[in-house]
């Protein structure tokens, strides 16, 4: 699957129930038709010089970028962002049209 992604990765605010924003976004994801797929994990293998402090990271893919588009203004998205964006101490957004090299089997 192709199409275009919106990769977010974050280093969460010491205080914060990830649990509770982790829940927050797949039900983000299942209200928004434009998100075909959601995919999330927390890293427990890169040693920290690599990962800079960094623990999880979010990808969501769309068939296009207008889609992507559209997301970045559904009042959901919206709501959920200021949320979103209070409880994270940094993070990194790369917003790309795929290539794939190899396909899953």
């Known amino acids: 699957m192709g199409g275009f992604k ?3 990765v974050v280093k969460f ?3 914060v129930e990830v649990e509770v924003i982790l829940k927050g976004m797949e039900k ?3 209200e928004v038709d434009a998100v ?3 995919e999330w994990g927390q890293d427990i293998e890169s040693p920290e ?3 800079q402090g960094f ?3 979010f990808l969501m893919t769309f068939e296009k ?5 559209a997301f970045t203004t559904h009042p959901t998205h919206i709501a959920f962002s200021a ?4 409880a994270i101490d940094k993070f990194v957004v790369l917003d790309f049209p795929s290539v794939v090299a190899k396909s899953p089997a």
């Open 6 to 8: 919106h990769l977010v």
């Open 13 to 15: 605010k010491e205080d």
């Open 28 to 30: 983000l994801v299942s």
């Open 36 to 38: 075909k797929c959601f």
């Open 49 to 51: 010089m690599l990962r």
């Open 55 to 57: 623990t999880h990271a």
């Open 65 to 69: 970028k207008e889609d992507y588009t």
């Open 83 to 86: 949320t979103f964006v209070a």
